[in-house]
């Protein structure tokens, strides 16, 4: 197999880590491309930095010189997801092509086209621009990482009650699962839109929380709170699960286990 050279944006990110630190990165050379400059992560032996802003256009063109693929795993959820996500994309998807890349990975979200919500919009969004881009590209969406879900159940879990929507549903994978199947889609070279990578089982958030509650050993009353609107109809339908697609193998339990130790998960 070739040894091809590999730009990742969001390098610092939770994916963005893992997706430095597997085994199938050695395969290739690796650009991460962060907007600081990163010293003593550990990768510096085998993955170059390289400085760039999505938002500013900032060092683009010059990370993205002698790059075969681009894994656009970059995004913002915090607030500015339109400069960063659509807008950043856009940057992005044209100086790829500027620069000649032969193929262009997005990391997207399972049910951003059925869950009404303005990220996600703005993710669909992201979509659309490499769709109708001259730079062959993958899209692969995949469900919610443990580690998110972890964020999530440590907020709800604030207070002395804790106010969980009732009957969301959710699939977490393992993020390292989710790196393997995008470095899976480096090997493979373009394929339109990728197959959903979700993960092993489907839950309710309050049996997420309960789980994790335990692993935590957290005693704390539980008030499922039954929440309005389109998304969170959407969220209770299971919109963002993928059923067909539970290619995962690490369960919420057993991510527990392996994330706060002891024998409680579950």
Request: glycine share 10%; hydrophobic share 45%.
């Amino acid at each position: 197999m070739s040894v091809s050279t590999v730009l990742v944006t969001g390098a610092t990110g939770t994916l963005g880590r893992h997706l430095l630190a597997t085994e199938a990165a050695a395969e290739h050379r690796i650009r991460a491309v962060s907007r600081r400059v990163v010293t003593g992560d550990g990768t510096s032996a085998r993955v170059e930095w390289a400085r760039a802003d999505l938002v500013s256009g900032s060092g683009l063109e010059e990370a993205l010189g002698g790059v075969d693929v681009v894994v656009h795993a970059a995004s913002d959820t915090r607030g500015h997801t339109r400069r960063t996500d659509v807008d950043g994309t856009a940057r992005l998807v044209a100086a790829a092509g500027r620069a000649g890349v032969g193929h262009l990975i997005y990391v997207s979200i399972v049910g951003i086209d059925r869950i009404p919500i303005a990220y996600y919009r703005h993710k669909l969004a992201a979509e659309a621009i490499i769709q109708s881009s001259a730079v062959r590209w993958t899209i692969v969406r995949g469900t919610q990482f443990h580690d998110y879900m972890d964020l999530l159940c440590s907020r709800m879990a604030r207070f002395p009650i804790v106010f969980v929507p009732a009957g969301f549903r959710g699939q977490p994978i393992h993020v390292a699962e989710f790196a393997d199947a995008l470095w899976r889609c480096v090997a493979d070279g373009p394929r339109g839109r990728s197959p959903d990578v979700a993960g092993p089982e489907i839950l309710t958030f309050p049996e997420m929380v309960r789980s994790w509650m335990s692993a935590q050993s957290v005693s704390k009353p539980m008030l499922r709170v039954p929440i309005p609107g389109r998304a969170a109809a959407a969220l209770r339908r299971g919109e963002g699960t993928a059923p067909d697609r539970a290619v995962g193998r690490v369960t919420w339990t057993a991510w527990l286990r392996e994330r706060y130790g002891g024998e409680r998960a579950g």
